[in-house]
């Protein structure tokens, strides 16, 4: 793969002051606190440096496919560039400022980066990344989840992996099939004061009288703000202060130990399906059997992942484009569905192609099968193949109906605003219709306004 022109120079590299773990081959840097690192010049390295957040994956599912770059050669036999995978933050609101402040400063540290999919516009308009070129078809991926890796006309990003919110039901239990039922439920959020509040009130909006708002490239007016979003949210904080109170206190690990702890539902992402499939309080006694089931949400939802993009200051963009190209691909991305529990980006990941792509469709293959590592005597591989297919379509029914967060550069501002909104609302503090109709509108121009 290879690159359109780009006109900026790197001039410093390297990360230092890290963490150093060395396993089988793959090096992972993992900052000890939330600081940013320092930096140190050079960037006249063949060495590839990846920079995403902490590895949540079954089994570290990422960086095994690092450590199978960097066994792999090229075509003509050439050794792959050794790659180097660092995990920056587990937070996405650190990660990203942590990542901006690296290419703000210029810096040659890092060639490919793991990034949410609202920050390809922040990212693109400030001149971090470099246009992607000869990737190959792109219509294996999920149009909707490819489409937020473009700007202006540009592919700056490819899908790394998809995250639509679903509904995990615990055995026995039946999934309510309405918005209003859900919020009614015995479930768990991620109501708590991050990112994960954006998407959860963002859902409820939607599903609720706010269709079509703070999604995508259109904007809505503040009178749209004032008379469709700021009803739903007051209508939600009676379940935020009643039966969704304890979800003010998650984000998606709190809300995973929660249904492991006997709340009846969740809402979640897809990787929380093999996490639960882990957990011995989520099995039957002999291990072969799951304590619960996962469908869409029923509704509409938040389609959120990550994208691959190689940063303008590469010091060896060709390799860096090879190695997005290696893990945006079919055999990494059902590795890291049927091993890492996070939903791929592609169609041809989960059996589907472009014309031929219903939930009924989806055929996976179990971890084992792609590795040709077999459980152990005595042992169940979880989740097996059956459980994966189910996982699968409810990914893809979801993906149907998942719209992205509003596309802007200033989406932090925008989020932080939003969610502080959102909890003023909840908390009864005095905020009102203008007020936040004023605040959130000014928050999608990069303006921090409070409510």
Known sequence: MRFLPGDRTAWISAASGAVLVLA???????????????????????ELFVAGGTDVSLKNQRRALIR?????????????????????????????????????SGSCAYDVLIMDNTWTAQFAEGGFLRPLDGIGDLRDFFPAALRTGERDGKQYAVPFNVDVGLLYVHEGETPPTGWPGLLNSDIALQLADYDGLTVNALEAVWNDGGQGLLTGDDRPSVEELRTRVYPALVRLTSRARGPLGPSRRYEELGSIEAFASGTRLMRN?????????????????????????????????????????????????????????????????????????FAPGRYSALGLTPERH???????????????????????????????????????????????????????????????CVQKIFDRGGTDPESFARAVNRSLDGEAASC
Do not use: I
């Open 269 to 341: 992402w897809p990787y929380a399906f093999s996490s639960l499939a882990t957990e011995p309080r989520m099995r039957t006694p002999d291990g072969g059997r799951l304590r619960f089931g996962v469908t869409a949400l029923p509704g509409r939802t938040v389609l959120g992942g990550q994208n691959l993009a190689v940063s303008e200051q590469s010091p060896n963009p060709d390799a860096a484009a090879d190695l997005v190209e290696f893990l945006s691909g079919t055999g990494s991305q059902r590795l890291l569905f049927s091993c890492g529990g």
């Open 358 to 420: 219903s939930p009924a469709d989806v055929n996976v293959r179990a971890c084992s099968s792609l590795t040709g590592e077999r459980p152990g005597p005595g042992e169940t591989e979880l989740p097996d193949r059956a459980q994966l297919t189910q996982l699968g379509r409810a990914v893809v029914t979801a993906l149907e109906r998942a719209e992205p967060r509003p596309v802007t550069p200033h989406y932090g501002t925008f989020s932080g605003t939003f969610r502080g």
């Open 24 to 46: 089988a081959g793959l090096t992972v840097f993992l900052w000890p606190d939330d600081s940013y690192p320092a930096m140190k010049a050079d960037c006249h390295r063949e």
């Open 68 to 104: 199978q770059w960097n066994g792999g050669r090229y075509p003509d036999g050439r050794p792959h560039p050794h790659a180097t995978l660092v995990e920056v933050s587990d937070s996405t609101d650190l990660q990203r400022s942590q990542l901006k402040a690296v290419q703000e």
